[in-house]
């Protein structure tokens, strides 16, 4: 797809980066799935960026389908986060849209420790990861190190702003 093409919420100006993204959150039996790149040192929720027009549950069932090649039910809303960071030389302002989901039930994916993700030529690597570990680890946006150990009731949505 061309630039002009692109329908990502996501643009740069000078030496800043904004980003509309969502990520899902799948949990079985104590474990989170979570994945990384073959350059990064950190690892996160599986996700991307919002596409105009395009609602936030409908992209985190878009890009679980583009990544795993998997259609996955979105359950709820659990968080929403506003965060600053660096990365690449670039200052991110990014808002954040965090969906409980889950696989379709028995899929092969529960039973595979690590696995390469279909986007950017296999370059996106899957691990499941014990919720025991993950305050030790390298995860990102940081709330996510504690807050996946507990999520918030179905009735609640969290907030967090991280700069």
Same mark, same amino acid.
């Given at each position: 797809?061309?630039?002009?093409?692109?329908?990502?919420?996501?643009?740069?100006?000078?030496?800043?980066?904004?980003?509309?993204?969502? #990520?899902? !959150? *799948?949990?079985?039996?104590?474990?989170? @799935?979570?994945?990384?790149? $073959?350059?990064?040192?950190?690892?996160?929720?599986?996700?991307?960026?919002?596409?105009?027009?395009?609602?936030?549950? #409908?992209? !985190? *069932?878009?890009?679980?389908?583009?990544? @795993?090649?998997?259609?996955? $039910?979105?359950?709820?809303?659990?968080?929403?986060?506003?965060?600053?960071?660096?990365?690449?030389?670039?200052?991110?302002?990014?808002?954040?849209?965090?969906?409980?989901?889950? @696989?379709?039930?028995?899929?092969?994916?529960y039973s595979q420790v690590e696995f390469n993700g279909?986007?950017?030529n296999g370059k996106l690597i899957f691990r499941w990861?014990?919720?025991?570990?993950?305050?030790?680890?390298?995860?990102?946006?940081?709330?996510?190190?504690?807050?996946?150990?507990?999520?918030?009731?179905?009735?609640?949505?969290?907030?967090?702003?991280?700069?």
């Amino acid at each position: 797809m061309s630039n002009s093409e692109n329908k990502n919420i996501s643009y740069e100006q000078h030496n800043n980066k904004f980003n509309f993204r969502v #990520a899902g !959150i *799948v949990i079985d039996k104590g474990r989170v @799935l979570l994945h990384t790149t $073959e350059k990064d040192d950190f690892w996160n929720l599986p996700g991307g960026r919002v596409e105009l027009n395009e609602t936030t549950e #409908a992209a !985190i *069932v878009r890009e679980m389908m583009e990544e @795993l090649g998997v259609h996955v $039910e979105a359950q709820r809303l659990a968080y929403v986060s506003e965060d600053f960071f660096e990365y690449d030389g670039l200052k991110y302002h990014e808002v954040g849209f965090y969906y409980v989901i889950t @696989l379709p039930e028995a899929h092969k994916l529960y039973s595979q420790v690590e696995f390469n993700g279909l986007e950017d030529n296999g370059k996106l690597i899957f691990r499941w990861f014990s919720l025991d570990e993950l305050e030790q680890m390298e995860v990102y946006p940081v709330f996510l190190r504690k807050e996946l150990t507990n999520l918030p009731d179905a009735k609640s949505i969290k907030h967090f702003v991280q700069k």
